[in-house]
Nanobody
Framework: QVQLVESGGGLVQPGGSLRLSCAAS????????MGWYRQAPGKQRELVAA???????NYADSVKGRFGISRDNAKNTVYLQMNNLKPGDTAVYYC?????????WGQGTQVTVSS
């Protein structure tokens, strides 16, 4: 069974920072394209940041310049560094692994930005 284990969510004030982590199995990490999505209440799940198949990165316009996706190949872990957080970033954040038509999701981690 594929496991994507997320951690790092929580409550943060506007302007603050959080780093999310997603640990995957070695097989998944090596072969799948990794990314982060989020879903706010009443809204559809949306892409936040992801690696592309050629190793470059892709970001939602709303997070460009504030969020950064990175990976540690030795730890089979992908990170999402979130800076200058805004209330509109409040959502459940999901780690995603994609290979052609196959997608796997983590359990989600709540990020709440509020004063």
């Amino acid at each position: 069974q594929v496991q994507l284990v997320e951690s790092g969510g929580g409550l943060v004030q506007p302007g603050g920072s959080l780093r999310l982590s997603c640990a995957a199995s070695a097989t998944i990490f090596r072969s799948y394209v990794m990314g982060w999505y989020r879903q706010a209440p009443g809204k559809q799940r949306e892409l936040v940041a992801a690696f592309t198949s050629d190793g470059s990165t892709n970001y939602a316009d709303s997070v460009k310049g504030r969020f950064g996706i990175s990976r540690d190949n030795a730890k089979n872990t992908v990170y999402l560094q979130m800076n200058n957080l805004k209330p509109g970033d409040t959502a459940v954040y999901y780690c995603n692994a994609k290979l052609r038509a196959t997608m796997y999701w983590g359990q989600g981690t709540q990020v709440t930005v509020s004063s």
